[in-house]
């Protein structure tokens, strides 16, 4: 495989992650290119969440994202949000963990996987009989699919939304010169899919391509594609640490 400076990492990340993740890749060597797919904006429920009554009978409550747990702390009324900061909160990841305990939560615990296959594998969710879901408009249907055959009541709340942002065919070409594509979910993966033209999906079905999930790898490798990596998280280290392992071996 090619060395670090010549090997470059095409990603969706926006925002703190994205500066985040540009660090560490430029501080290893990597070169890469960072295109956020979508922006985030208030969802269909955001203006649902200020009953009381909705949380007072529940297990847990579950934040799929960062910006769940932003959304939540923007939109719901501050005396309420106190009133939640000693319950049960499950995140899918750290950056969700270490968003919510900067919102004055207590009691969090996070999956060994970030990913919604984690999130169902923990024993405080498959305990739970009714827990209360935060999440965007689009994604975590396996979730919400779990609980319903697991005959549970699962309150979900859409207080964020994705907006896809269409991609120009110069952004296209651009992202097919990567050598190795980060795909941090499974709709970001569907979405880069769909906008790619040829010579980018060409591209996609030969390259590496590094997932947060066995779902998502199976999701890809339907459309074709053939050197998917499942690396069982969506954490920006452990994106690093499979780049350079992957890096120094024969894949």
Known sequence: MATNNSYCIFHPRQGERAEQLNKLLGTAGF???????????????????????????????IFTSQYSAAYLAQLI????LHSLQNHLAIAVGQATADKLKQLGFT???????????????????????????????????????????ANKVLNTYNIYKRTWQPLAISQLNKIAT??????????????LIDQANTALFNKLK?????????????????????????????NNHDILTALQTLNGNPI
């Open 31 to 61: 070169h890469y290119i960072n295109q956020p797919l979508f922006h985030v904006e208030a969802g269909e429920d955001s203006t649902n969440i200020n009953n009381p009554e909705l949380y007072k009978e529940h297990d847990c409550l």
């Open 178 to 191: 990567a050598d190795c594509f980060v795909l941090t979910s499974g709709e970001n993966a569907n979405f």
């Open 107 to 149: 009691h969090i615990i996070t999956p060994s996987e970030a990913n919604s296959e984690g999130l169902l594998a923990l024993t405080e969710l498959q305990n739970a009989q009714h827990a209360i879901l935060f999440k965007g408009e689009q994604g975590r249907n396996h979730i919400s699919e779990s609980f319903k055959l």
């Open 206 to 234: 030969t390259a590496l391509c590094l997932v947060p999930s066995e779902r998502v790898k199976q999701q890809l490798e339907q459309h074709g594609l053939t050197q998917v990596k499942n690396i069982h998280s969506a």
């Open 77 to 80: 009324n501050p005396q309420l």
